[in-house]
């Protein structure tokens, strides 16, 4: 395995994103279980998020998505143990996926063990189009993109686009997605947790 660096997607790949959705709930006037209910709708169809809101029939609270910040709290107990596992294999380590420019931030601030930070609002470009892994690539500083994984938790918007772009494609199943989408043969990793993930790849260099 020719591989240089490892980028990793941000819910629910790194951040447990249930006190988020908690929030969510509370501001949207709703239980927890009615959003999560409507999220797995949403996973079921293949839709993105903000189609939850259609499926429980309530309007779409205004900046929903920006205006709850991650804490470093919501970081999975295995994320900064894996970052810092990954960089000493002498890898480049990133983390991009699509969140704002807020996010983005936050990341940055949270002084994550990481050499590259961004997301599709600075990239301009979402998962899981393939010019997002293009920019995966490059931000990676590598020549080649068998080069580079990528580690998600989604299925259709990880795993399979990353896998087209022909980057190791890394699924993490944990949260809704990684639970209800089975993994697909394309994936190069299947993993429960990102404990592992370093011992993994050291046995693959």
Excluded at 161 to 171: C, E, K, N
Aim: glycine share 8%.
């Amino acid at each position: 395995m020719g591989l240089r660096a490892v980028f990793f997607d941000v819910g629910e790949t790194l951040i447990d994103e249930e006190r988020w959705w908690r929030i969510l709930a509370e501001r949207a006037g709703l239980q927890p279980h009615v959003i999560w209910a409507a999220l797995g709708v949403t996973i079921e169809r293949g839709e993105e998020h903000d189609a939850l809101w259609t499926a429980i029939g309530v309007e779409r609270p205004v900046g929903w998505w920006e205006s709850i910040p991650y804490e470093l709290g919501d970081l999975y107990p295995d994320a900064i143990a894996c970052l810092e596992g990954v960089r000493s294999l002498g890898l480049r380590v990133g983390i991009v996926g699509n969140q704002t420019e807020a996010l983005e931030r936050w990341a940055r601030e949270a002084a994550l063990p990481t050499d590259v930070i961004s997301s599709s609002a600075s990239l301009g470009v979402k998962k899981p189009d393939p010019a997002f892994f293009e920019r995966v690539v490059e931000l990676a500083g590598c020549d080649s993109p068998d080069e580079v994984a990528y580690v998600g938790d989604r299925v259709d918007n990880d795993v399979l686009p990353a896998a087209a772009a022909r980057l190791i494609a890394v699924h993490i199943r944990r949260g809704p997605w990684g639970r209800l989408q089975q993994s697909p043969p394309e994936a190069n990793l299947v993993l429960d947790d990102l404990a592992s993930l370093p011992q993994t790849l050291a046995s693959l260099l």
